[in-house]
């Protein structure tokens, strides 16, 4: 398996664009997470699926934050608008049922200017 | 909600040295997991820990699961460079897992 594949590694933006975040979890994984890590406050939780369906969102910092997940093999992070303090590196995870912990993306660098 | 306290926050070792990180809970855990993230890359699990006491290898790796479910410690044995890296604790009370705030491990060839 290619473990969980994210796109882009790497983005550039200017403030007020907006930003798809893509991410193919590994077949067969029944749960996926979007993770946001920096400096100051290490990986958050943004918000979690299960079986396609979002369950927590309680993580997306604002309205400007929305995530779907149309199939078990796609998922995609938005923010629109985005703004200089949203740079971040930006994690998809996914996991099957049960304490077998996640399996993490190379996470996609964003940064607004 | 769930707190992790991991230390220390960094270390700067001198390679070949054994290395000591721990991970603690306010709660009681069901699982315990660790994970390295490269420079530039997303955490990778390295060891879990299913049951109170439990102790495991990988490689020069060894971690324990408390027995009062509330801690894990993770060691390293004669470090090398490539051991570089932010090392995270992670349990799991429930279906989600708690990350620490992660150790981040500097190696001095």
């Known amino acids: 398996d290619a473990g969980v594949i994210q796109s882009p590694r790497h983005e550039v933006t200017e403030m007020g664009q907006e930003v798809t975040l893509r991410c193919k979890p590994i077949?067969?994984?029944?749960?996926l997470f979007w993770y946001r890590q920096t400096m100051m406050r290490g990986l958050e939780l943004l918000i979690y699926f299960n079986n396609n369906v979002p369950i927590d969102d309680s993580g997306m910092p604002e309205d400007r934050f929305s995530a779907k997940m149309p199939n078990a093999s796609f998922s995609t992070l938005k923010i629109q608008p985005s703004e200089p303090r949203d740079s971040a590196v930006y994690f998809c995870a996914s996991s099957l049922p049960g304490r077998y912990g996640y399996t993490f993306g190379s996470g996609t660098r964003l940064t607004v200017v | 909600g769930q707190q992790l306290n991991q230390s220390p926050q960094s270390m700067f070792i001198q390679e070949g040295e054994d290395v000591s990180m721990n991970c603690t809970s306010s709660s009681i855990f069901n699982t315990w997991l660790w994970y390295k993230q490269d420079p530039g890359e997303g955490p990778v699990l390295l060891i879990a820990?299913?049951?109170?006491?439990e102790l495991t290898s990988n490689g020069r790796l060894t971690a324990q699961f408390g027995i009062t479910r509330k801690d894990s410690f993770l060691n390293i044995s004669a470090s090398i460079p490539s051991d570089v890296g932010i090392y995270f604790c992670a349990g799991l009370p429930g279906n989600m897992l708690t990350f620490g705030g992660g150790t981040r491990l500097m190696v001095k060839p």
């Open positions: 820990l299913y049951k109170a006491g």
């Open positions: 077949s067969g994984h029944d749960y």
